[in-house]
């Protein structure tokens, strides 16, 4: 059967059981084309099987239908460290289109064409990090592996971007930066996105909607109202403590 | 986290006084020259072996033999171990042959390698090359079968192709595997080389080691065994040095 029109990603009751262990149960899930879902969760709640599940990386039972090209952005960032940044980027484009040409930061023009290497080149300028394209990374920072990850999954243009907790391992304030950047990123690309996160707060403020994933299922999803663009005051305005004293409650009473 | 640590000249003076020692048991006359040499006597040998030649030409002709040799067993090692590692069925069928062969001692195959090559340059090249050729094999062996199952989960996600799979993700996660077990095998080429200079050679170092021995020319001996010493070192050495040159991201490849 083919997708609904206009979605991206489609589920209906899907399962995911290592052996006799349930861990994804009954999922039913449905992203847009362009729209931004967040899934909220404590630790071991099922979010990153369920990704995984999307991205096709664990057996699943159920339906599970997706249109266009799918890309992951993984937990650790997961960069390959004997690559340089363009290089690790350059991983990203799919294998036809790394057959065309190769990864040549000398032939950037100020006009962009729509070649693989021009893509690399305008994503690594977009992500600030034009002057690391050199660098391993090693040699740099904790927010910066995590753009280069980001423009990683991005380098193959893709319709379905899926995040598992990108900036949990970033310290409150580069998060917050991240969060703001990954918003306008994503207001200029326009993939629809399935983000993954245990911050209520970063849920909330990156998401059309959220969904609260408890012991392995979905529960019904909230429509996020705040208007975009979003900044960091939002966080503070009382429409948002209140949405986010909601769903804090919420994921506390599911465990008592 | 090292207690106590010596800078490298600190490091010489201890290996100056220890010389200094062993010329002073020479000097007391503690020596004798048909069992141990002092060093005076060493340097000797060595003024002689420059004055007839034989000296540079035994180390080259060693060289020789044990480079193309390392190069040799390194690349044949590494190559097996990668596919061993990750392919199922070559290490199911070819796997246990060369584990049984493994168990051998290199040291016990020399004369058989003789036997079938002949007493030739070729002949040798191989008894070290096999010498060379199983610790590389293991270990990278080891590291291709534990690739990070994060990476292989990346590389299903981006749709990577066989050979970029191997060439970006289990290559480069391999490397540092490889790298000790070509340390191991650097080792094992000296040990190898000695064999099969010593059972069919008319020159190189080994030969003049164990000629030395039964005209009892024990300072002959030591300097021999000092080349030795020395050669192994410096291709440690240089390996480890270039290395680190070549993959400078090799200290921080954990995730």
């Known amino acids: ?256 | 986290m090292r207690l106590f640590s010596l800078s490298v000249p600190q490091q010489a003076i201890s290996i100056a006084s220890f010389v200094l020692l062993w010329q002073m048991a020479g000097w007391f006359g503690w020596l004798t020259d048909t069992i141990i040499p002092a060093p005076s006597g060493i340097i000797q040998a060595a003024i002689d072996g420059n004055n007839k030649g034989f000296l540079w030409r035994d180390l080259w002709t060693s060289i020789l033999r044990v480079f193309p040799a390392l190069l040799i067993g390194s690349f044949l090692g590494a190559l097996t171990g990668v596919v061993s590692g990750r392919v199922r069925l070559f290490s199911d069928t070819i796997g246990p042959v060369l584990h049984m062969w493994r168990a051998l001692p290199a040291v016990a195959l020399a004369p058989l390698f003789i036997q079938f090559f002949g007493i030739n340059e070729t002949s040798k090249i191989i008894i070290i090359a096999s010498g060379v050729f199983f610790p590389v094999w293991v270990s990278t062996h080891q590291g291709a079968g534990l690739v990070h199952r994060t990476y292989l989960d990346l590389s299903k996600c981006y749709e990577l192709s066989t050979w970029s799979f191997y060439k970006n993700i289990v290559i480069p996660s391999t490397v540092p595997f490889t790298m000790a077990g070509i340390r191991n095998g650097i080792a094992m080429a000296y040990i190898m080389l000695f064999v099969a200079e010593w059972i069919g050679a008319s020159n190189g170092i080994g030969y003049r080691i164990s000629i030395a021995h039964i005209v009892f020319r024990m300072d002959l001996m030591c300097l021999g065994l000092l080349e030795l010493g020395l050669l192994a070192f410096l291709t440690d050495y240089t390996f480890i040095r270039s290395s680190h040159h070549f993959f400078p991201w090799l200290e921080h490849a954990r995730q």
């Open chain 1, 1 to 256: 059967m083919e997708i609904s029109q206009g979605f991206a990603v489609e589920a209906a009751d899907l399962n995911v059981r290592f052996g006799k262990l349930e861990v994804v149960t009954g999922v039913n899930l449905r992203v847009r084309q362009g729209e931004f879902v967040t899934i909220v969760g404590k630790s071991g709640c099922g979010k990153t099987t369920l990704l995984k599940a999307v991205a096709g990386l664990v057996k699943y039972s159920g339906t599970l239908r997706r249109q266009g090209r799918i890309r992951m952005v993984f937990q650790e960032g997961l960069l390959l460290p004997w690559l340089t940044v363009e290089k690790n980027i350059w991983m990203g484009v799919t294998e036809e289109e790394k057959q065309k040409g190769s990864v040549n930061s000398s032939s950037r023009k100020p006009e962009m064409g729509n070649s693989p290497n021009d893509r690399v080149q305008k994503l690594l300028s977009e992500m600030g990090i034009e002057h690391l394209r050199n660098s391993f990374p090693y040699e740099i920072s904790g927010g910066e592996k995590q753009r280069v990850a980001i423009a990683r999954a991005f380098a193959a243009s893709p319709e379905i971007v899926l995040m598992d907790e990108p900036f949990g391992a970033l310290d409150i304030f580069t998060r917050e930066l991240m969060q703001t950047w990954l918003l306008e990123f994503w207001e200029r690309h326009k993939v629809a996105v399935l983000f993954v996160t245990h911050d209520i707060e970063e849920g909330l403020i990156l998401g059309d909607r959220l969904t609260v994933m408890s012991a392995g299922q979905l529960e019904p999803d909230h429509t996020i109202p705040f208007p975009r663009p979003r900044g960091a005051e939002t966080k503070y305005t009382e429409q948002f403590l209140e949405a986010r004293r909601n769903i804090r409650k919420q994921i506390i009473d599911d465990y008592s």
